[in-house]
């Protein structure tokens, strides 16, 4: 994994730059998501710079995957920067919380309009990196799976303006990852959340660096997970090979079957059945 470097930039995510910048006229204010689990990994600087002119909030997504004390952590060192910051599930969170904020970042254009005398629509626009949840976040505030979502990136392809209320739109956009991987660490937690598709990925590699970061920072719930031994060694072929060994992914002759290890172990970390874990440590 040291090694292989990650990058990808498919030119549909060019295309979608290009069209993100021509649709920011038409917003009053922007929402980044973020991952929880990976704050700095899963913002895209490119979107940061594009909508700095913007009234932004920054949503922390997945929070109920992700680790409460170290959220908790992430949200005041995003305060401190001066930005609205708030966790969310897409999957069960609180809308009222979400649309609260919006509220308050909608009062200056509503003002505005309101002075000359027009009750105008707020648009907002929802941003991030593939696989951060955007369209889920949108289905969940409109109460209904009114845009396509899946767990997986590339799920949306195209602009898509939903309407919320009377008075507010959002716009969905597909995810964009940065034009170039400089971070290969962040790459490789982009890699180990499904930001970047596992088809371009050596999985075993990944799946070995992921648990390599698991047994540094969560080691009971890795050892509990696969059934490691207190013993067992913290590199990552180690660790692939004592979970084949723990929970039974074995081939003939008793080999360890690395593949189905490496595909599991993505698996079940991106669904959160490692534990609520975070990544990445203010």
């Given at each position: 994994m040291a090694n292989d470097r990650i990058n990808w930039y498919p030119g549909h995510m060019a295309k979608s730059r290009r069209l993100l910048q021509d649709q920011l006229r038409a917003?009053?204010?922007?929402?980044?998501l973020c991952d929880a689990r990976a704050p700095l990994a899963t913002r895209n600087p490119d979107l940061a710079r594009l909508t700095r002119d913007k009234t932004r909030i920054l949503v922390l997504n997945k929070a109920d995957l992700a680790d409460d004390a170290q959220t908790a952590r992430w949200l005041e060192y995003f305060r401190r920067q001066g930005l609205t910051a708030m966790r969310f599930n897409s999957n069960g969170g609180k809308v009222k919380e979400i649309?609260?904020?919006i509220e308050a970042a909608s009062k200056p254009a509503l003002e505005r309009y309101a002075a000359r005398g027009v009750r105008k629509t707020i648009r907002f626009m929802v941003i991030g990196i593939p696989n951060v949840g955007k369209s889920t976040f949108i289905n969940r505030l409109h109460g209904s799976a009114i845009v396509k979502s899946g767990d997986r990136p590339g799920v949306t392809r195209a602009n898509q303006w939903v309407k919320i209320g009377p008075f507010l739109e959002i716009l969905d956009t597909p995810g964009m990852l940065p034009p170039r991987m400089d971070d290969q660490e962040g790459a490789k937690l982009l890699a180990c959340l499904g930001s970047i598709r596992d088809e371009i990925m050596d999985t075993e590699a990944l799946?070995?660096?992921?648990?390599?970061?698991?047994?540094?920072?969560?080691?009971?719930?890795l050892r509990a997970r696969y059934k490691l031994p207190e013993d067992c060694g913290g590199e990552p072929h180690e660790l692939i090979e004592a979970a084949c060994k723990g929970r039974g992914w074995l081939l003939s002759g008793g080999r360890y079957d690395t593949d189905r290890a490496a595909a599991l172990v993505l698996d079940e970390f991106r669904g959160g059945k490692i534990g609520r874990i975070t990544l990445e440590t203010v």
């Open positions: 917003v009053d204010a922007v929402i980044e649309l609260g904020h799946a070995g660096h992921l648990m390599a970061l698991l047994y540094a920072r969560y080691p009971a719930a």
